[in-house]
């Protein structure tokens, strides 16, 4: 299977570090150097997931050449749909005009498009699947406890899509996927109200339980680990070895954790893109809108072997190799 095209979309509005320092007690130097982080986009108050994502996915599909009623799958990884329900995937399969297509969310924290391209891969494998519109879109922004200076600097909001096409070429598109998850790490990263847990009350929005709540050291050290841990699976489940990798995309969390883990796996830092200092944590949209850029900027060429690495709240994480 191929991957036909790709697109990606963020809101218009930037957020950099100096805005930042009149909001909370924080400097443009502690953000800079704790997290690479220069600036990110923030989304209107009327904008949604689904309004960022559409656009995204117009582009990767115009790149494809695939007509949106051809689509007959559509995966969205995101922890910030539109509303609980219906999904996002739905809403977008009636903006896009896809009615062949099934549709529904993914919920893998920023690890969401990985466990929604790998999700499609499979309905591709097995043939229940032809066409597959794959997205990644996160709207942080809204989620986001803005008197809270240790997550409120991380986090922007953006969207990127993939066509994923069944395809006889042998050795191209998707070689290998790799996911993982442990529940145990759960209270490390969640938002505690809005569900059957916690409805939503005076209560809950007085106490800003619908934002999210982060313990940022233990991520910082299960995130090195893990997405070393992907790159590795991914090389035992294909002929590839690191020299072989053109390029290495992970997340955009914070340059550091991909400063440590690039060190441990001994990969050159040349060859790992890099767009946090403009985006942020943009969450499930993270590693698909850094494809897309490297794409787009020529970093990735016909034959090269990518390998997209990334780690999340559930705890999640995985990692796919691709060649394009
Ligand atoms: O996508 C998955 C989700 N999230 C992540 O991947 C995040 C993973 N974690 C991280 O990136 C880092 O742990 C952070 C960037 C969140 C924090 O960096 P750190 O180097 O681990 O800092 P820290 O939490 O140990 O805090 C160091 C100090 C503290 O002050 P004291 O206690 O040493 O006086 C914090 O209060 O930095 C302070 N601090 C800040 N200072 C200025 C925390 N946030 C800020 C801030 N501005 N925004």
Redesign the pocket.
């Known amino acids: 299977m191929v991957v036909a095209g790709t697109g990606s979309q963020v809101p218009e509005r930037i957020l950099t570090n100096a805005d930042?320092e009149k909001i909370?007690?924080?400097?443009d130097q502690?953000?800079t150097e704790?997290?690479g982080m220069k600036e990110r986009r923030i989304s209107a108050p009327d904008e949604a997931a689904s309004d960022i994502a559409v656009k995204a996915c117009e582009k990767a599909l115009a790149e494809a050449k695939v007509k949106s009623e051809d689509i007959d799958l559509i995966v969205v990884g995101t922890v910030t749909g539109d509303m609980l329900f219906p999904s996002t995937a739905c809403v977008l399969q009636q903006k896009l005009g896809a009615p062949r297509a099934a549709a529904f969310d993914v919920s893998a924290?920023?690890t969401g498009f990985i466990y929604a391209l790998s999700i499609a891969r499979q309905f591709i494998a097995s043939g229940a699947s032809q066409t597959a519109l794959v997205v990644g879109v996160d709207i942080l922004s809204k989620i986001t406890d803005w008197t809270d200076?240790?997550?409120?600097?991380?986090f922007g909001d953006g969207s990127g899509a993939a066509v994923l096409k069944a395809g006889t070429k042998p050795d191209t598109g998707i070689l290998a996927t790799y996911l993982a998850a442990d529940g145990a790490g759960a209270e490390h990263?969640y938002m505690p109200a809005g569900g059957s847990r916690l409805p939503a009350s005076v209560e809950t929005v007085q106490q800003r339980l619908h934002t999210c709540k982060?313990n940022?050291?233990a991520?910082?050290k299960v995130?090195v680990r893990s997405m070393a841990d992907a790159v590795r699976h991914l090389l035992r489940q294909t002929d590839l070895k690191l020299e072989d990798i053109k390029l290495l995309i992970p997340?955009q969390?914070?340059l550091?954790?991909i400063e440590a883990t690039t060190k441990l796996l001994k990969f050159p830092p040349e060859r790992v893109f890099i767009n946090i200092h403009k985006y942020g944590?943009t969450?499930s949209a993270?590693t698909i809108i850094a494809l897309d850029e490297a794409r787009k900027a020529g970093r990735i060429h016909a034959g090269d072997a990518v390998m997209i690495v990334?780690?999340?709240?559930g705890l999640t994480w995985g990692g796919v190799a691709i060649r394009f």
């Open positions: 930042l909370v007690d924080t400097s502690w953000i704790r997290t924290g920023c200076r240790s997550t409120c600097v991380l990263l982060m940022g050291n991520i910082f995130a997340h969390a914070n550091r954790i944590n969450s993270s990334a780690f999340g709240a």
